[in-house]
């Protein structure tokens, strides 16, 4: 069994940061390309951003310029550094592998919520 778990949420007036974490105990990350994904209340899950092994990047056009996905290899861990927040950004965030690349994503874990609200 694969649990996908997430931290870092919190609340956050608009134009703060916040540093999400995505670990799991039961999968190494290291050879898949990972992604976060977020969903805001009454929308779809949307793609937010992804890192390849090798720690490239592509973003959600809303969030480029502020958002930096990364990933620490030997740590098992995927990270989602988030700057400039702005309300429209409130969502609970997950991550998983990259659906654009694979339809054998992992289960979802509950999220971390940020919510951006002065």
């Known amino acids: 069994q694969v649990q996908l778990v997430e931290s870092g949420g919190g609340l956050v007036q608009p134009g703060g940061s916040l540093r999400l974490s995505c670990a799991s105990s039961?999968?190494?990350?290291?050879?898949?390309?990972m992604a976060w994904y977020r969903q805001a209340p009454g929308n779809q899950r949307e793609f937010v951003a992804r890192?390849?092994?090798?720690?490239?990047?592509e973003y959600v056009d809303s969030v480029k310029g502020r958002f930096t996905a990364s990933r620490d290899n030997a740590k098992n861990e995927v990270y989602l550094q988030m700057n400039s927040l702005v309300p429209e950004d409130t969502g609970v965030y997950y991550c998983?592998?990259?659906?654009?690349?694979?339809?054998?994503?992992?289960?979802w874990g509950q999220g971390t919520q940020v919510t951006v609200s002065s």
């Open positions: 998983n592998r990259d659906r654009r690349i694979t339809r054998n994503i992992f289960d």
């Open positions: 039961g999968i190494m990350f290291t050879n898949y390309v």
């Open positions: 890192v390849t092994r090798g720690g490239n990047t």
